[in-house]
């Protein structure tokens, strides 16, 4: 069986621990987490994981069903990239010396449509979301001017069909 990537939508209580226990899901199957983000979702007091793993179709079937298990949890879903729209966010620390310097820095940043977040006498901070390989061609591309930091969020993504999350709820 071939992997594929899935991101998986888990909707929950908030509650202390879950997260662990979740992860321990992943652990005793041996199987790397990609991503993981966790936010309010759009209903009140659920809380949503967006989890991405690399897995064939009956690992990521097993591995709903158990984290649908945890008492905490309202629904899980898990949905390919062709079903899904996501986007990550990256944030990049660059030495103050090569903004001004380095002429070539400013186009690199306008090319990538990445946003100035602040400016200091020492460094600045970019700004960048889109796809992987996007945050990811930014960051080949700052490196040589003086790469401070540099940090990727999580992918965020929404289904591209309604997940119907609120028929669990009532």
């Keep these: 069986m071939n992997n594929t990537n899935y991101t998986i939508s888990i909707y929950t ?9 979740i992860s321990a899901i992943f652990l005793k199957r041996h199987i790397n987490i990609n991503s993981i983000t966790c936010s309010e979702s759009e209903i009140s007091n659920v809380y949503r994981f967006i989890i991405v793993v690399n897995v064939n179709d009956l690992q990521i079937l097993k591995l709903v069903r158990q984290i649908e298990k945890q008492i905490e949890v309202i629904a899980a879903f898990f949905h390919t990239d062709d079903e899904t729209i996501f986007l990550e966010t990256a944030l990049y620390k660059v030495k103050s010396k090569s903004l001004f310097e380095e002429r070539q820095i400013q186009n690199i940043i306008k090319e990538s449509r990445a946003n100035m977040v602040t400016v200091k006498p020492d460094f600045f901070v970019i700004e960048k979301t889109g796809w992987r390989d996007e945050t990811e061609d930014l960051y080949q591309k700052l490196k040589p001017y003086g790469l401070l930091q540099f940090v990727r969020s999580g992918r965020i993504s929404v289904s591209k069909k309604s997940m119907e999350i609120s028929k669990f709820l009532k």
Aim: net charge neutral; aromatic share 0%.
């Design 13 to 21: 209580e908030n509650n202390v621990g879950l997260l662990n226990r």
